[in-house]
């Protein structure tokens, strides 16, 4: 080949950096050079995307043809690389259609993957064949059992997908959305961001939602889209383990993918909120102006956890917790990928009995014990999958290496690994102020029973139950008041012996203290009539009046001659009501219990 073009040099590449001419089977390698250089004196890169060797000397000289046509100065520069060039400026050897040339690069790349792997720091490079979508995301989709690797996944026996390392939700994870269950809010096919995600038109978002119900995969859905469309570059970070340093590094290397090569860079931020005001700060401009397209997922309300001026350039997309329709589904789709057969459709398919591995002991689930899964594990797919693997490892493990055997899993192995029903409260998070706000309701509302549950799952969760026999205490006086003023001392009653007893046999006496509220007469007139007096106060034109002079004490003879307490009738030494103005002038005659502020 190389002697074909030098018989017949095509017309040279100028480099956007340096602006010397070059071969076109030679710009990729001296672009990478040309722009990482500046890489060595600011640290190294963020991503492995665009992230320099460590060791020049491990580059041998045979990356460069000898008979290339470029001169030994360019060869040695060209050859220091430790891997090929990447696909960030494949649009150089894509418009001179070089297909020969890459199909070089391809095989000194195969030869030399696990030298390249050991000197990048242990990060896997992706080969010039693929248009990457970026480090982590890159990582990511490759362990997806989806459209390239799905064959990988097939290969596995179901033995070496039962023992192996990775959580059986992370080999599961869906890379196209025809296997993304239970989001048709979101991603239907009539929804507004299907029709994006099928233009590559992806604006930046906020993904929330609970646990387990599809945010990461979401974004990596749009990853394996943009990888395979060539769209945009994808990164992932997280905001658990990353830096505002290595935020500020993957935007540089955004802005020069965006002014080079024309492609945009879809940053994915995992826990977005556990970053600060500040550090989220610093995504803004660069949202604003489009160098950037941010997906963020969060467990907590954004609301409360990401920036005003940040949420106001994203579109919020809600992901509901997962149906239990949906999570079967994804169970299906488990454990035909396992090979486990269920035990009810076995008898349909009598022709597929004698398929499975002979090293491998035959595996049979009860449907009874899927339908565990799908209810027990509160609509979270990575509890539910991650439960099924372990029960399933546990059989296979106590069961040994013996083909013949069969081996049955039924709903009590699956308890055993759920334990209890997975409950999702967050003692700090939006859960939290949610359940309260039920509870409240509940109680007011006279619904002893919806009580009872909201209390339940509250303490159930793992709520501090002094918390709760607080609010009982203020809802004692908030909503009963005056029409059971027995209800204050039941509560505070209720507090007192939750601190001398704890949880959790102080969890009947909350219950009885709950029922006895939502059972009381309600009355708020105590709580409306102080919350007119507040709005007095806080209307008030002008300086307060002053307290009238028959109402104030009078210990000392100044205050005698000063006139306070002249005129004051004590009460008790009348045998008839004492007529006698207690309020100020300005106020004589209002009542708080009827007086709203407009009256003001």
């Not at 974004?219 to 383990?241: E, M, N, P």
């Not at 000063?562 to 007529?579: D, H, M, Q, R, T």
């Amino acid at each position: 080949m190389a002697n074909e073009m030098t018989a017949t040099p095509p017309d040279p590449v100028q480099c956007p950096v340096c602006f010397k001419d070059f071969e076109a089977s030679e710009i990729n390698r001296h672009l990478d050079l040309c722009l990482l250089k500046s890489a060595y004196d600011s640290g190294p890169s963020t991503t492995d995307e665009t992230e320099p060797p460590l060791k020049k000397s491990r580059i041998s000289a045979e990356a460069v043809p000898p008979s290339s046509g470029v001169n030994n100065t360019m060869a040695a520069s060209s050859s220091s690389p430790s891997t090929p060039s990447t696909a960030v400026f494949s649009m150089f050897q894509t418009n001179r259609s070089k297909q020969s040339v890459k199909n070089e690069w391809d095989g000194s790349f195969s030869s030399k993957q696990t030298a390249v792997t050991a000197v990048n720091k242990g990060i896997k490079r992706s080969s010039p064949s693929e248009a990457e979508p970026g480090a982590a995301g890159t990582d990511h989709v490759k362990s997806h059992p989806s459209g390239s690797n799905r064959q990988t996944l097939n290969d596995l026996s179901p033995r070496k997908l039962l023992t192996i390392d990775k959580p059986l939700a992370e080999i599961m994870r869906p890379n196209t959305l025809e296997e993304y269950f239970g989001q048709n809010k979101v991603v239907g096919q009539q929804t507004l961001f299907r029709s994006l995600l099928d233009s590559q038109e992806i604006p930046s978002m906020i993904l929330w939602g609970p646990p387990g119900c599809g945010k990461t995969t979401l974004a990596h859905i749009i990853a394996s889209s943009s990888k395979k469309k060539g769209t945009a570059r994808f990164v992932t970070l997280s905001a658990t383990s990353t830096s505002t340093n290595e935020v500020r590094e993957v935007i540089k290397q955004a802005q020069n993918e965006l002014r080079l090569c024309k492609r945009k860079t879809i940053l994915f931020i995992d826990e977005i909120h556990r970053f600060n005001k500040s550090q989220q700060d610093t995504f803004l401009p660069h949202v604003e102006c489009g160098t950037i397209t941010l997906i963020g997922a969060t467990t907590e309300n954004p609301s409360f956890q990401v920036n005003a001026a940040l949420l106001s350039r994203c579109k919020v997309l809600v992901l509901e917790k997962l149906s239990v329709e949906a999570m079967a589904s994804i169970l299906d789709r488990a454990v035909a990928t396992l090979g486990i057969r269920v035990l009810e459709q076995e008898s349909e398919n009598p022709e597929d009995q004698d398929q499975s591995d002979g090293h491998m002991p035959k595996i049979f689930i009860e449907q009874k014990a899927l339908d565990t899964i799908a209810y027990l594990c509160d609509g979270d797919a990575r509890a539910g999958l991650n439960s099924l693997q372990l029960a399933v490892q546990a059989q296979v493990s106590s069961s040994g290496l013996d083909g013949s055997q069969e081996i049955l899993l039924k709903e009590v192995h699956i308890k055993e690994g759920l334990q209890r029903s997975h409950i999702l409260y967050d003692k700090a998070g939006e859960e939290h102020y949610n359940c309260i706000s039920a509870l409240h309701k509940s109680m007011r509302g006279s619904d002893e029973n919806a009580s009872l549950y909201w209390l339940g799952r509250m303490l159930e969760g793992g709520e501090d139950p002094l918390y709760v026999a607080r609010r009982l205490v203020r809802f004692a006086s908030e909503d009963v008041g005056m029409a059971d003023p027995s209800a204050l001392p039941q509560a505070v009653s209720a507090f007192q012996a939750c601190h001398f007893i704890g949880m959790p046999e102080c969890e009947v006496i909350l219950a009885q203290c709950a029922v006895y509220l939502a059972r009381a007469p309600k009355s708020v007139q105590i709580y409306k009539a102080y919350a007119n007096v507040k709005a007095c106060l806080r209307n008030h034109k002008g300086p307060l009046p002053p307290v009238p002079l028959h109402l104030r004490n009078a210990p000392t003879r100044l205050m005698k001659q000063l006139g306070y307490a002249k005129g004051y009738k004590y009460n008790p030494a009348f045998s008839v009501p004492v007529e006698q103005e207690y309020l100020p002038e300005e106020l004589r005659g209002i009542d708080f219990f009827t007086w709203t502020p407009s009256d003001a």
